[in-house]
């Protein structure tokens, strides 16, 4: 199972990133996804997740109306729109599948999020 997140960067507050991730070594299009984050200090949070086919989704409420998940089961990649960004936002992001508890040991080495003026 791999995971190589990217899209990561420098933004400042208000401004908006597209992250992806893709995924290989399991049956893509069989699982949920989620995106998760880890700020400094802190531990690793569930963010969002989408449903196998996409069709359903569900989000943290710190996050709620500015990110959007989505996925391509035929490129076998996960997507986060991350709106309206704020400071607070700040972490390496990471993808897995599952929902609130990750379903795969692994991990990817994530993408770092910066928001800050």
């Known amino acids: 199972v791999q995971f190589v997140e990217s899209g990561g960067g420098l933004v400042q507050p208000g401004g908006s990133l597209r992250l992806s991730c893709a995924a290989s070594?399991?049956?893509?299009?069989?699982?949920?996804m989620s995106w998760y984050r880890q700020a400094p200090g802190k531990e690793r949070e569930w963010v969002a997740r989408t449903t196998y086919t996409g069709g359903n989704t569900n989000y943290a409420d710190s996050v709620k109306g500015r990110f959007t998940i989505s996925r391509d089961n035929a490129k076998n990649t996960v997507y986060l729109q991350m709106n309206s960004l704020k400071p607070e936002d700040t972490a390496v992001y990471y993808c897995?599948?599952?929902?609130?508890?990750?379903?795969?040991?692994?991990w990817g080495p994530g993408t770092q999020v910066t928001v800050s003026s």
């Open positions: 897995n599948a599952g929902s609130m508890t990750p379903f795969f040991r692994s």
């Open positions: 070594g399991f049956t893509f299009s069989s699982y949920d």
